[in-house]
């Protein structure tokens, strides 16, 4: 069956069905999308399917094993979540655009050839952007273009580099890849803008936030992701990925703290918990990669619930600025009980999601002496419970009270912020059937009684910082405010240099066409004096003189000549 419906077909083709759907009808069809995409990945054998040559290579469209099985897997519950968190989103468009979003992530984790995975990779980036302008304000429609310029040139360093590596290797084969040659390094540039890399990373904190309510459940599950994906894919054991992924881990945090936008906080933890799993990629060890794909795996899950958490807070609120929210958890205990949930499983305690995958790497970098790297992640995973785990609950429903009174999110989100948090429990306690569909066995146990203490140990303590920071009213406060990041250069240095260039040219131009014009002014006054009507060389010369003067000439030339 998977030779006529690849993997990513049915949300990619059914996507366009959508818009002549309607009421009950459509919600019932986009529900089912998901789910039967996932039974025909649930019974599909491993292998390449659809293979044919193109220009004398051959390409392979779909390619699967247990690597890109675990992302099939969890693409299709988390587009089933997000069809569930926005399935009263009344605009057709937004509903085409999302699903065809999840159906190209889907499609490019399969991709066995570079040529198919680009294609992908910009239906990805073309398709998302549609979920940030659908705010329809001023701000999300700069942000989009931002994000999609950003998108796109990944994508073109995409293709530039499978095309340096064709013509170097004769392969387009999207297997390990690693960073020899200038291919390599153009491919890893490109997956590394759409993994959010430092300072390639604010593409995400600016348009995430922008986009609508539901959109932003969307974003958070699939674009990062696929990068991850690709990276293990095609640079698995890249070392220098180690240090890229500890700087990840560490710098959002203090970003997180000080944001007051609590969507804008997701984004910086998304891009903290993407440092943790690119440690995974980097060490490159069978433990190491299982890691990055069980912390994948958990993290689309607990992630979106805490965006649909968010999400639910903006749309019955008004807002998720922290210092404008306080005493929200009256109006909506579900959805601040789920958020809970969510905050626990990003913080690892022991019983939630995280807890059971996030420990794979960092087991992973202890066990391969990366001494350094493994206290940077203890130190982010700190980080992860002060502004995930205490400021997205605390701020967003638990705040000082502000006589904030609104109903309860309506029940499909309930729904689907209920089913994210369920899993997020059963992946916790029973871990087992989350590890039996990792690339490599596993043989690994999360629950002993060191690793339990440690954890606890270290959530205690992060809480406790927490609580003294707040009591001697140290803490960085909620304030309107906007914080500077990497940003800064291309929004506002890069605009001013640029400005100040234009000016600096203007007059430097403007003072060097007066002096042009001033000089052929001059050249043509003079040669009108010599050469006008009435000028000196136009007048009628006498036949004599003009003999004269050949004869001076003639002399003066046979004169040069002769010296």
Request: proline share 4%; hydrophobic share 55%; with cysteine.
């Amino acid at each position: 069956m998977i030779d006529r419906v690849p993997p990513g077909a049915v949300l990619l083709i059914g996507s366009l069905l959508v818009p002549l759907l309607r009421g009950r009808l459509r919600q019932a069809y986009m529900l089912l999308l998901p789910l039967a995409g996932l039974a025909l990945l649930a019974v599909a054998t491993p292998g390449e399917y659809l293979q044919f040559e193109m220009f004398g290579y051959e390409l392979t469209p779909v390619r699967i094993d247990k690597l890109s099985l675990v992302w099939g897997y969890v693409f299709h519950i988390a587009a089933f979540l997000s069809v569930l968190f926005a399935i009263r989103v009344k605009g057709a468009g937004e509903h085409v655009a999302a699903l065809a979003y999840a159906g190209g992530a889907i499609a490019a984790s399969f991709a066995g050839d570079l040529v198919t995975l680009f294609v992908f990779w910009e239906v990805t980036a073309i398709t998302s952007v549609f979920l940030i302008w659908a705010s329809k304000t001023e701000r999300a429609f700069r942000a989009g273009m931002r994000y999609l310029v950003i998108q796109v040139a990944s994508g073109v360093l995409l293709l530039a580099g499978a095309l340096v590596r064709v013509y170097q290797t004769g392969s387009l084969d999207f297997d390990h890849i690693g960073l020899a040659g200038a291919g390599g390094l153009l491919i890893f540039l490109a997956f590394g803008i759409k993994a959010a890399f430092p300072f390639l990373h604010n593409w995400l904190q600016d348009a995430y936030p922008e986009a609508t309510v539901t959109g932003t459940v969307w974003l958070s599950a699939f674009t990062t992701k696929l990068a991850i994906y690709a990276l293990a894919r095609g640079f698995a054991g890249t070392e220098i990925l180690v240090y890229i992924g500890a700087a990840m881990c560490a710098f959002p945090i203090f970003y997180a703290v000080i944001e007051n936008d609590l969507r804008k906080v997701l984004a910086y933890s998304l891009n903290n918990q993407l440092g943790f799993m690119v440690v995974g990629i980097g060490i490159g060890t069978e433990m190491a990669l299982n890691g990055t794909a069980a912390h994948a795996f958990s993290h689309i899950i607990y992630k979106g619930l805490l965006f649909m958490a968010m999400g639910a807070i903006l749309q019955q609120v008004g807002t998720v600025k922290g210092s404008e929210l306080g005493g929200v958890y009256k109006s909506m205990p579900w959805s601040a009980g789920f958020c809970i949930i969510g905050a626990a499983s990003i913080s690892a305690f022991p019983l939630f999601s995280g807890f059971v995958s996030k420990s794979l790497v960092m087991s992973a970098s202890a066990d391969n002496h990366y001494t350094v790297v493994y206290l940077i992640m203890l130190f982010a995973s700190a980080g992860v419970v002060e502004h995930a785990g205490v400021k997205i609950p605390y701020f967003g429903f638990f705040g000082p009270d502000k006589g904030i009174r609104v109903k309860e999110a309506p029940l499909n989100m309930l729904l689907a912020m209920g089913l994210a948090a369920l899993l997020c429990v059963v992946i916790g306690v029973f871990p087992r059937p989350l590890y039996d569909i990792l690339p490599f066995p596993v043989d690994y146990q999360p629950y002993t009684f060191d690793h339990v203490i440690t954890q606890l140990q270290l959530l205690m303590w992060a809480i406790l910082g927490v609580a003294v920071l707040k009591w001697y009213k140290v803490y960085p406060p909620e304030l309107r405010s906007v914080n500077l990041d990497i940003d800064v250069l291309y929004r506002r240095a890069l605009p001013a240099v640029w400005s100040g260039a234009l000016r600096v040219g203007e007059r430097a131009w403007g003072g060097l066409a007066a002096r042009v014009t001033r000089q052929l002014t001059i050249t043509w006054e003079t040669i009108f004096r010599y050469h006008g009507p009435h000028g000196i060389l136009a007048r009628t010369w006498p036949a004599g003189s003009m003999a004269l003067w050949v004869a001076i000439l003639l002399a003066a030339v046979l004169v040069v000549y002769y010296l």
